[in-house]
């Protein structure tokens, strides 16, 4: 795992030997989760991951961005720290231009083994995660039929973010759901659900794919 990321010597019997420097750089590269009894690692991340987070973090895709690991890991994770009775599903009150009622995970204060865990978490160093791909700024070419009356070569995702997510809610296109869930931001689809002529069952989808960010 190491080889590629640092280049430790060798000894005279074939051994690799890591330098306190190797050491660092490793950690900061692939992370680092002290032993905690009755838990993996990734549930160590995890766990840390809620701990920086007071408010909580809305899905498990949000807490696998912050601790450095997958969207299915953080979901296996979260389940096993519900089980235990460290970590809790709770609905919270945000203002998202208007009062809103989301439901978030966060650590479950009331369990007193927090206590003796959060000193634990503190030399806890999350992976590091690769930079994203830069991505095409424009609607991708098979999606191009929803846009039928806009010149769709003047849309830009960042920019036009809300009315793209409007024109895709429209359709019955479930491939067009799954793109705009993967690409566009969980605002886009709230400022979406409140454009005119937006249907409740449409407005409704629109929240349930930003919640799920």
Not at 68 to 74: D, L, M, Q, V
């Amino acid at each position: 795992m190491a080889q590629g990321v640092v280049q430790p010597r060798k000894t005279g019997g074939g051994h690799l030997r890591f330098g306190s420097a190797d050491v660092a750089l490793l950690e900061r590269r692939l992370g680092f989760a002290p032993a905690v009894t009755g838990l993996t690692r990734e549930q160590v991340l995890v766990a840390t991951a809620l701990l920086g987070h007071p408010l909580g973090l809305r899905s498990a895709r949000a807490v696998a961005r912050v601790a450095g690991i997958s969207p299915t890991t953080a979901s296996r994770a979260l389940r096993h720290l519900k089980q235990m009775g460290l970590v809790r599903r709770r609905r919270r009150r945000v203002v998202l231009g208007a009062p809103t009622d989301i439901e978030v995970f966060e650590i479950d204060v009331r369990n007193p083994r927090w206590v003796r865990l959060a000193p634990l978490l503190a030399d806890v160093v999350f992976p590091k995660v690769p930079e994203p791909v830069a991505r095409d700024p424009r609607v991708p070419v098979w999606l191009r039929h929803l846009f039928w009356n806009a010149d769709v070569h003047l849309l830009d995702l960042e920019r036009d973010a809300a009315y793209i997510a409007g024109r895709i809610l429209g359709s019955d296109d479930a491939q067009a759901h799954a793109w705009a869930a993967a690409t566009l931001p969980a605002g886009a689809f709230l400022q979406a659900a409140r454009l005119r002529g937006m249907s409740g069952r449409r407005g409704a989808l629109a929240r349930n794919l930003a919640a799920g960010m």
